[in-house]
T-cell receptor
């Protein structure tokens, strides 16, 4: 049972490049989330999904897109990376109506 | 705007002592709170939660206290151990049950 798995773990992008971060969970959770964490700060919600085929904006959605084509996967896309998107990205999942969320190990993204 | 925040960015305690980590919130409509622990290089891990209709909840070596009058949340860790060294975040549910907003975190250092 792997829990929440994020791919890749590290990535360096040049400004203007695009990439997709993959999150996979094997717990049959309905809810999935993408957060970003900047140094000395808490996690900020980018986008989330309450079920397959649905997505919604969080606190800081600009510059990101997401897709939830399959229940177990939640993809985060950066169409044109900017240095301000340098951060650690965390994916999480949870059951509907059950407290707390299970987090992945994070993806450290640097945009130069 | 309304936000979740923490009083102390860093807390140092002696091994075996009790630790108290504080969190202030400003949204009186928030009805659910969670404490997370984040070790270096890892994703946040659920510790304990509390609903707004409670003022205290206990877990294994941890207690969460909620004071709605002054909008204050605290996490007490009994007999602090080196393995408790981490950053602790409180998270607040504002909009719906499964979408949480995080404070900036308190780093707990446990001295042997």
């Amino acid at each position: 049972n792997a829990g929440v798995t994020q791919t890749p773990k590290f990535r360096v992008l040049k400004t203007g490049q695009s990439m997709t971060l993959l999150c996979a969970q094997d717990m049959n959770h309905e809810y999935m989330y993408w957060y970003r964490q900047d140094p000395g700060m808490g996690l900020r919600l980018i986008h989330y999904s309450v079920g397959e085929g649905t997505t919604a904006k969080g606190e800081v959605p600009d510059g990101y897109n997401v897709s939830r084509l399959k229940k177990q996967n939640f993809l985060l896309g950066l169409e044109s990376a900017a240095p301000s998107q340098t951060s650690v990205y965390f994916c999480a999942s949870s059951y509907s109506g059950v407290p707390g969320a299970f987090f992945g190990q994070g993806t450290r993204l640097t945009v130069v | 705007g309304e936000s979740v925040g923490l009083h102390l960015p860093t807390l140092s305690v002696q091994e075996g002592d009790n630790s108290i980590i504080n969190c202030a919130y400003s949204n009186s409509a928030s009805d659910y709170f969670i404490w997370y622990k984040q070790e270096s290089g890892k994703g946040p891990q659920f510790i304990i939660d509390i609903r707004s209709n409670m003022d205290k909840r206990q877990g294994q070596r941890v207690t969460v206290l909620l004071n709605k009058t002054v909008k204050h949340l605290s996490l007490q860790i009994a007999a602090t151990q080196p393995g408790d060294s981490a950053v602790y975040f409180c998270a607040e549910n504002r909009d719906n049950f499964n979408k949480f907003y995080f404070g900036s975190g308190t780093k707990l250092n446990v001295k042997p």
